[in-house]
């Protein structure tokens, strides 16, 4: 049943102030509980329960496929009226984590979440490409952006809970699902935390096909705390599609389709080689490495002549020659062990 979080909200700043110090890192544990109780939320006992929220909240509940309309060109589709299914027992500013445990065919399954600054990370993100999340296939098109089909894509963003090389954690998402799909979102949630400092209720739930070893897509729900969703309020079904690319979702294994592709790179036809002509045409945004991949999606960015490593969003990788430039998931000891120092500039 929902509740009218106003009536909540409105009994006194309730839950306020309760945020706990650490969070916890294993929130669920090997029941497949992902719902980890909030404290008991005390009655409100004013009737004045107008104020905050005017929608009467619309039905929610658990999205499944055959509600997902199929996908038509844009990378995320509202459902359940934007409305998130957060009930009273989940408002709550003591910040957690919970991830279900891999099932019987080792995908990752619902994860959730309340998030606050107590979660965002202040290390930088260590190497994740040990992991094979499920139907995981190391495989590049010319037609994607930055050539590689799929990333390991986290469910709750490494910069929203700095969790990173967690198997429970991590799906095999098409590049478009990461980057056009999740990262709007998971960018809104980071500033909005980062700029208020309120907490935000967070569930991310990837949708199989019955044995599939890809998921369809994830569904992302997120509700801000403190002013009662003013802030953060969606409930979206995002696409594991990738323009231009057939995937067999059983298996994770991926063909052409022939299709013209919509967006930045503006053709099919982006012949491999041409990775300057690439970066030309995808505008001023992303900057790519000598191998065509987006250097915003590592976690360090090598200049092999100079032997220095920065993060990715210095300005001196713009600057490099993409030649020497070259994205990298290694772990910063690993990269120093390589004989990398670090940027002056950016001090990664
Ligand atoms: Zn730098």
Not at 121 to 134: A, C, L, T
Not at 168 to 175: F, K
Request: with cysteine; glycine share 10%; charged share 20%.
């Amino acid at each position: 049943m929902r509740i009218a979080l106003a009536s909540l909200l409105a009994a006194g700043g309730l839950l306020l102030g309760a945020c706990a110090g650490n969070p916890s890192l294993d929130g669920a544990n090997a029941s497949g509980a992902v719902r980890p109780s909030a404290p008991t939320a005390r009655e409100a006992t004013s009737a004045d329960a107008s104020s905050q929220l005017e929608a009467a909240p619309q039905a929610t509940g658990e999205l499944t496929l055959a509600e997902v309309p199929d996908w038509s060109g844009a990378p995320s589709v509202e459902v359940f009226g934007n409305e998130p299914d957060f009930t009273e027992a989940d408002l709550t500013t003591n910040t957690y984590l919970g991830f279900s445990e891999l099932d019987g065919l080792g995908r990752a399954g619902r994860a959730v979440a309340c998030l606050g600054t107590e979660t965002v990370p202040m290390e930088e993100r260590g190497s994740i490409s040990e992991i094979k999340p499920s139907g995981w296939h190391s495989v590049s098109y010319d037609v994607v952006e930055g050539g590689s089909l799929y990333n390991r894509c986290h469910l709750i963003a490494h910069e929203l809970c700095g969790v990173n090389a967690d198997e429970r954690n991590l799906i095999t998402g098409t590049r478009y699902l990461n980057v056009d799909g999740m990262l709007p979102y998971e960018n809104r949630v980071t500033s909005y935390i980062v700029s208020t400092g309120n907490h935000v209720l967070y569930r991310v739930t990837p949708l199989y096909r019955s044995n599939d070893l890809v998921a369809q897509g994830v569904q992302m729900e997120a509700l801000s705390v403190e002013d009662g969703g003013a802030g953060i309020r969606f409930n979206v079904f995002v696409y594991n599609v990738q323009p231009g690319i057939g995937i067999d979702y059983a298996t994770g294994k991926s063909w052409r389709t022939g299709e013209a592709v919509d967006g930045s790179l503006g053709s099919s036809v982006v012949g491999t080689g041409e990775t300057d002509a690439a970066s030309a045409q995808a505008g001023d945004s992303a900057v790519l490495d000598r191998n065509g991949r987006d250097v915003s999606t590592a976690a360090y960015v090598l200049n092999t002549r100079s032997m220095r490593f920065h993060r990715p969003d210095c300005d001196s990788v713009r600057d490099m020659k993409q030649a020497n430039r070259l994205a990298i998931d290694d772990s910063r000891e690993e990269i120093v062990s390589q004989g990398y120092r670090p940027c002056g500039r950016c001090n990664p």
